[in-house]
């Protein structure tokens, strides 16, 4: 089967904040520091760490979907040590010029994380530091037990995600990742993302699934891992199962971040 690409809902990336749902790198950015997020999207979080780091520091936004970056700078196009460019993650043009080289649920949809990641360490300076955050799908849970038809699709989103080379346990396999590229003092940090009955946040992230069916389960039909019907009886079960019945989700995740070598010049060379 051809390998796919796959665009994120707009409507996911759009509610997402720097200060919720990428809590390490929050706490690194400084005053005065210059950030390249790739796989930025919607810029929704690009912008908070444009906010961080205020008018001293600037911030690039990277993605390889156009559309998601037109949405991104009509949005925030107005801050001034913002911008947006367009391009591909294992194909990054930058070179020394970064304190913060950031990937946050991106390099879950690369098939190439290595060379990635060997980029994103090629683009900060010296001493820089590399922050990814990433799920690992295998690992998540929901009490009570989802209903069948939606763990149905999840089998096969998860099947779908295998057949284009995308690591279903990105998470748990980047430090080694980072190891392979070069970089020192990797650290790794859960971030789980829960949804809990009562939580003001519940429905908000209860929901994400059936974004991700909607989003996405064209493709994975047209793949052959399930069927129109599939998706359609998934997305109704879930719905009324989030609604009545689900009492908590948690998503696995973890932030791993690592320092570029002052000296290593290899880093960042395209070699992986």
């Not at 993302?193 to 929901?207: C, K, L, V, Y």
Request: glycine letters at 8%; proline letters at 4%; aromatic letters at 8%.
């Amino acid at each position: 089967m051809p390998a796919q690409s796959h665009r994120s809902n707009p409507t996911i990336l759009g509610r997402r904040t720097l200060e919720r749902d990428h809590r390490r790198l929050a706490a690194l950015l400084q005053p005065a520091h210059s950030v390249l997020d790739v796989g930025c999207g919607t810029g929704a979080i690009t912008a908070g760490i444009a906010r961080a780091v205020g008018p001293l520091g600037f911030v690039v936004g990277f993605d390889r979907d156009k559309a998601l970056l037109e949405m991104a700078r009509k949005e925030y196009g107005a801050l001034g040590n913002l911008s947006f460019e367009h391009g591909d993650a294992t194909e990054l043009p930058f070179w020394r010029q970064f304190d913060i080289v950031n990937a946050a649920r991106t390099l879950q949809w690369i098939a190439r994380p290595a060379l990635a990641i060997s980029k994103m360490a090629g683009a900060a300076v010296g001493s820089g530091t590399l922050v990814v955050l990433d799920y690992n799908h295998l690992r998540n849970t929901w009490k009570p037990d989802p209903p069948a038809a939606f763990m149905r699709f999840y089998k096969a989103f998860l099947a779908w995600r295998d057949a284009n080379h995308w690591d279903n346990e990105m998470a748990d396999h980047l430090p080694e990742l980072f190891r392979a590229a070069g970089l020192i003092a990797i650290e790794s940090s859960v971030q789980d993302e829960i949804a809990e009955r009562g939580q003001p946040d519940f429905a908000e992230r209860s929901t994400l699934w059936s974004h991700v069916i909607e989003s996405a389960g064209a493709k994975i039909a047209e793949a052959g891992f399930c069927t129109a019907a599939d998706l359609e009886e998934a997305s109704e079960t879930y719905t009324m199962w989030t609604e009545t019945a689900m009492v908590r989700q948690v998503l696995s995740m973890r932030t791993i971040t690592g320092s570029v070598p002052v000296f290593h010049e290899k880093i960042g060379s395209g070699s992986v």
